[in-house]
């Protein structure tokens, strides 16, 4: 089950055309974000808009796609295969096509945290209740961590000892992690600081069976960088991560 995502907020260009008469057109379709702007072939995006009637067919180039309407504002499609590099995207709903930019990659980029192939929508968020557990990691990618300090101030900030690992990806592995609830444990804001530049991540609790997890409680974040979502999972404790300095770090995460 998948629902609307109040926290993917992209902008895209985009262009209306009518193929029919302007009469068949009355009814506005717009294009206003693709999430993310580029995906390899087999991915999903999400499409925000409006005017998606049921049976719209989209399009990246001339390759009509795999794609599910979640209203009449969203789209979820999957980019298509033996296609690649910038692409128009468009969506046509009976005579009218909107359309916009969109770069079908050869390989997920390796500076980014693997997203998992589907997009989620999650439901309201379920509340943290008591704060957080100190290892996580990528439901995507097993191999990528996060070890995140108790401040001892009531779970409300991340602590400076707090940091990203990987076991083969130096490029995400050994960075500083830093982060806060918003409001009364509504939501979390954490920041990645990769190679001097920093990734914002806003996310909250959602319900572990959205993406079949037995875990106690799942992190959903989406990157205000990027637009990916990031699913993160409470790890086992006595989780190792050999290559990862994590000497100065609490227990949990040696």
Known sequence: MRFWNPFLMGVALFSLSCDGDDADCAEPLN?????????????????????????????FGNVVADARRIDR???IAEVPGGIDGPVEL?????????????????????????????????????????GIDNLWYNLAD???LFCLDRSGND??????????????NPLLAGNRVEGEYVGD?????????RDRETEIYDGYAIDPALVNSDSALVL??????????????????????PDCDVSFLFPECQ
């Open 220 to 241: 959903f974040l989406v990157s205000r960088n990027t637009n990916r979502q990031l699913i993160l999972q409470a790890a086992d404790p006595n989780l190792s991560m």
């Open 90 to 130: 468009s969506v046509q709903s009976g005579n009218c096509i909107a359309r916009t930019g969109f770069e079908i990659l050869t390989n997920y980029p390796s500076d980014q945290p693997l997203s998992a192939p589907f997009i989620i929508v999650p439901p309201l968020n379920i509340g943290f209740n008591s």
């Open 73 to 75: 504002d969203v789209l």
């Open 31 to 59: 294009i206003a974000a693709v999430e993310p702007d580029n995906n390899p072939a087999g991915y999903e995006v999400l499409i925000r808009g409006e005017g998606f009637t049921a049976g719209a067919v989209v399009r």
């Open 185 to 193: 444990f509504e939501s979390l804001l954490l920041r990645v600081i």
């Open 155 to 168: 779970f409300q900030t991340i602590g400076f000892n707090s940091l990203e690992c990987h076991q083969t």
């Open 142 to 144: 097993p191999d990528h």
